[in-house]
């Protein structure tokens, strides 16, 4: 246990075996460490502008948690990749999470491509179990702040697991859990009230109307095959 540098001004201190110092220590210039550092409390960086930055060019292992940009610092945070300097973005001034880019600036987030801008919903179950994607949205009602009021659900269909035969059943909550009110079939029919779609365009209900307030409608039947 070394204490008996607190009063000393030592220009060089050179440990060849373990340092325990039980008391702070200051340093007014560089830190040089060729083997491990344990740090059982905490270890503050705190420099002037521009100087609160700690260097890694090897691996970082986080054992415990991170928070990044504590008490509204309002300081972005950036992942780079290969060829992307904004492969993940957090904005952290608008409170805002870009994926791929940092100009998409609808919405909370953000999905940006210098190309096609494409998003894979990948549900890797196997040959032997029918795939399923969904995409929710919540809102809070009465005596509960998360529930699901409506979804889109991309799936293959059923009987169908080891072919690629794939359906979407549009969901929406009425006083209750969502449960499907839509959908369009492998083969591009649509069943609306129903998910047993029997004909290109399937209505399941007590009436259909078509209004056209103040005008004429016309409805055209064509048996001719397109």
Not at 80 to 97: I, P, Q, T
Not at 183 to 210: P, W
Request: proline residues 0%; negative net charge; charged residues 20%.
């Amino acid at each position: 246990i070394v204490d008996a540098f607190a009063s000393l001004n030592v220009v060089d201190l050179k440990v060849q075996d373990d340092l325990t110092v039980t008391d702070d220590v200051s340093i007014g210039g560089a830190l040089t460490l060729t083997g491990n550092a344990d740090f059982n409390g905490d270890l503050d960086v705190d420099g002037t502008t521009n100087l609160d930055v700690v260097d890694i060019d090897g691996a970082l292992t986080q054992d415990g948690g991170a928070v990044f940009n504590e008490d509204s610092a309002d300081v972005d945070f950036r992942v780079e990749s290969n060829g992307n300097a904004n492969m993940l973005f957090v904005d952290g001034g608008n409170d805002r999470v870009i994926l791929g880019g940092s100009s998409a600036t609808f919405g909370v987030l953000g999905v940006e491509s210098s190309s096609d801008c494409t998003v894979d919903f990948f549900s890797n179950t196997g040959s032997s179990t029918a795939a399923k994607t969904e995409l929710f949205f919540s809102g809070g009602i009465s005596g509960n702040s998360h529930v699901s009021l409506a979804s889109i659900v991309a799936q293959q269909a059923s009987g169908d697991e080891a072919t690629r035969k794939g359906e979407l059943l549009f969901l929406t909550a009425n006083s209750g859990g969502p449960s499907a009110k839509m959908i369009i079939n492998a083969a591009g029919n649509i069943g609306i009230g129903t998910t047993s779609v029997s004909a290109k365009l399937h209505v399941v209900g007590s009436e259909v109307l078509f209004d056209n307030t103040g005008g004429d409608f016309t409805l055209k039947l064509n048996t001719n095959a397109v």
